[in-house]
């Protein structure tokens, strides 16, 4: 079988999106950035959204709106993907790891509270794989700890707390208890990365919630100057007649969305209710056929929870690390390909060098050890799936032992 892991899933209407941009004389960001815009704001059920070239900018950029800085903290969890903790270095400020909770992906939340201090302006939660975290318990923390929050600029001093900014690079189209991501964070940063549910190649987005005493058109103007070199009028607005005359505010960054990106996105939009349920549908494939000992895989739905099913996380219990990678080899060698999700932070010599050690992680290291990745997209068959399990299935239990 040819089995793919996580290839982009583009039709006509994709492409055809794309052709109408080209044609139209519009390349870079202007009318299809905004209405892109639009739709990822009216499905995240938040009053805007900002479209940028990448999530990582999107939690760079609204870590600068923030005003967080040198001398300030940031906490976020040791188990995820660098751009969770990277922009956090990139602002000068001071990044703080949090362990997972024994036997879950997600940060432990009683070690979070532990970590605030009067430095902390801000955490970075991560929704692993598309399912979101628990919110209220952040929220509870932030609330709870409001008494050690010194604000440093405007925005920082209208929440009155820590606040909450979302990697979501996992949940578009997530929800926690009945909301949707997007509009349960203070802020919310989407990935639209080619191997993600919705891809714009690369690109990504940032929403907030509506905020008290802050105009959103205001906050989305300086997003706008923050991105694209803090220019006081983007190319749209320069193409009026007579308008050709700008500022720049300050020197700022470049990190804007595309108009050609935008409108594969605007395509992927139209066919994306489809593609969360057929998601829904593999994971559910999956969970039938490795209900069984030693397979654990990751909950995707619960009551609390409907996931995005971005990726089908499945652990191998009571087994290490040398074993679970001669499992993706012998999948391999039956032409599956598999993945790890994530080997967490402190492993990685980047954050050896900031002098973070796994040592002092070591529920995230027993969830990485043994953790495999299966594929999980929508042009999966149920042939495809089939094939998958029963080679897990054979692999693990084959005699003698695999070692």
């Given amino acids: 079988m040819n089995i793919t892991f996580s290839p982009p899933d583009i039709s006509d209407i994709e492409i055809n999106e794309v052709i109408d941009t080209l044609k139209s004389g519009w390349l870079t960001t202007g009318p299809k950035t905004k209405l892109f815009e639009k739709k990822i704001a009216e499905f995240s059920n938040t009053s805007m959204a900002v479209c940028l070239n990448s999530a990582t900018a999107s939690m760079e950029l609204t870590l600068r709106l923030l005003g967080v800085g040198k001398g300030d903290e940031v906490i976020t969890s040791a188990y995820t993907y660098t751009a969770s ?51 209220d318990k952040v929220f509870e923390i932030v609330n709870r700890k409001s008494n050690l929050f010194f604000p440093s600029n405007d925005l920082q001093k209208a929440f009155g707390r820590i606040i ?71 190319a749209l607005e320069k193409t009026k007649l007579g308008s050709w005359e700008y500022d720049i505010v300050y020197p700022a960054y470049k990190c804007n969305m595309t108009d050609i990106m935008a409108s594969i996105g605007l ?92 040592k002092d992680y070591p529920n995230a290291y027993n969830m990485y050890k043994n953790e495999i990745t299966l594929p999980l997209h929508p042009l999966l068959t149920v042939e495809q799936v089939e094939y998958i399990c029963k080679n897990l299935k054979l692999i693990v239990n084959q005699k003698p032992v695999l070692i």
Wanted: overall charge neutral.
């Fill in 85 to 135: 903790a990277s922009v956090i270095e990139h602002v000068g400020a001071k990044i703080v790891l949090v362990d997972t909770k024994e036997d879950s992906f997600q940060m432990d939340y009683e070690q979070l509270e532990k970590a605030i201090t009067t430095k902390t302006k801000a955490i970075i939660p991560v929704d692993f794989a598309g399912v979101m975290c628990d919110y």
């Fill in 164 to 234: 909450v900014l979302a990697d979501a690079a996992h949940s578009f189209g997530a929800k926690y208890k009945g909301k949707r991501s997007g509009n349960v964070a203070d802020f919310t940063s989407y990935s639209f990365h080619a191997v993600k549910n919705l891809t714009t190649g690369e690109g990504g987005a940032v929403t907030w919630r509506d905020i008290p005493g802050v105009d959103n058109a205001d906050l989305y103007k300086k997003y706008m100057l923050l991105s694209l070199h803090g220019q006081s009028r983007d």
């Fill in 267 to 358: 395509g992927q939009f139209q066919r994306y209710p489809q593609v969360l349920d057929r998601r829904k549908r593999v994971i559910e494939l999956y969970d039938d056929a490795l209900d069984i000992y030693p397979f654990a895989p990751l909950e995707h739905f619960s009551n609390e929870n409907s996931s995005s099913g971005h990726l089908y996380v499945v652990r191998l219990l009571g087994k290490d690390e040398s074993y679970r990678n001669r499992v993706i080899e012998k999948l391999a060698e039956k032409n599956i390909p598999s993945n790890v999700h994530y080997k967490p932070l402190p492993m990685h010599t980047a954050y050896k060098n900031l002098g973070f050690d796994i």
